[in-house]
């Protein structure tokens, strides 16, 4: 075979080659490539008929080769724009696609971070419940304690209101006896107040703790009169005579009296159960006494008879 027609075969097919990855992208340039190939082959045997030698016909093969390059060269630029044409639709059509993805991508991202909100919230909430349920279960706890402990006081309620009934007169009896022991004060008032609790001790319409409530109301007005100072008229026995007098009582330390006059001056005796005259030495005393309970003096040092423990 001619070696000329071997180089430009080899040359065809050379071409064919480095066209053919972009002649399967597309069918009408392959179409076309074929088409010019078939042409190609037409001239060729056209021009160099079988038998006849390459070397005759210089001339010939130098234009056909100058066609088949620029045959070449212009399936191939087509091919080329083609192919580019192609990348560059798939590159658009894959920004597009790209551009949706990363729209669907932040959206959920932003569902994702608005749910993620939600939740803890939500959980503040469970956790504060949790807290809460622990301290309502501990006072129920503590309420069912306390309510085991008044059902256990109801049941008991019948004892003691049969108690508390022999507990007052007994409380009434023990106050009436304290007052005629006493020093005479104020006898008048005190001895009222035990009679009302005696009267209202055998009173249907008031409750027991009512009662109960009124006797220690007493004993505390009791309790009251050791720490006070209080002046006041009474009338007492002076040498089998009633006399209006002055009566000062200095707690439960000391009960004096002085008539109007400041004339004479006594004292209590509660051991001999008696008023006692006193000299002139305590007159002062008993007035100035008798001043500051009445608040017409300042307190000061007063001088007033005082039995000695044990007397």
């Not at 108690?163 to 001895?191: A, H």
């Not at 000391?254 to 006692?276: I, Y």
Request: one cysteine or more; aromatic letters at 6%; glycine letters at 6%.
């Amino acid at each position: 075979m001619c070696p000329d027609l071997v180089s430009v075969r080899l040359t065809i097919v050379t071409l064919i080659l480095i066209l053919s990855p972009s002649i399967d992208r597309s069918i009408r340039h392959e179409t076309r490539v074929m088409q010019a190939g078939g042409d190609l082959l037409g001239t060729i045997k056209e021009h160099f008929p079988v038998g006849i030698s390459m070397k005759k016909h210089p001339m010939r093969l130098g234009t056909l080769l100058k066609a088949v390059c620029l045959l070449s060269l212009i399936s191939a630029g087509n091919a080329f724009a083609a192919s580019l044409d192609e990348v560059l639709g798939v590159r658009s059509s894959t920004t597009v696609d790209g551009a949706k993805s990363q729209a669907k991508i932040d959206k959920l991202s932003e569902q994702t971070q608005d749910l993620l909100t939600q939740y803890k919230q939500v959980m503040k909430v469970v956790d504060g419940l949790r807290i809460y349920n622990k301290q309502q279960r501990r006072l129920i706890s503590n309420q069912e304690t306390e309510l085991a402990e008044l059902e256990e006081s109801i049941d008991q309620v019948t004892v003691i209101e049969r108690q508390i009934g022999p507990l007052i007169e007994r409380m009434i009896e023990n106050l009436e006896k304290f007052v005629d022991l006493d020093i005479p004060f104020l006898m008048g008032e005190r001895i009222e107040r035990i009679e009302f609790l005696k009267d209202t001790l055998d009173r249907a319409d008031v409750s027991v703790a009512e009662k109960f409530s009124q006797v220690l109301q007493a004993y505390q007005v009791e309790n009251t009169y050791g720490t006070t100072i209080e002046a006041y008229t009474a009338n007492i026995e002076l040498d089998g005579k009633s006399r209006n007098v002055d009566m000062l009582k200095w707690g439960r330390v000391a009960l004096v009296f002085q008539t109007p006059d400041g004339e004479t001056t006594g004292v209590w005796d509660n051991k001999a159960r008696q008023w006692v005259i006193l000299g002139d030495e305590f007159r002062r005393g008993v007035r100035d006494g008798l001043r500051i309970a009445r608040k017409t003096q300042t307190a000061d040092l007063v001088r007033l008879p005082v039995a000695a423990p044990g007397e």
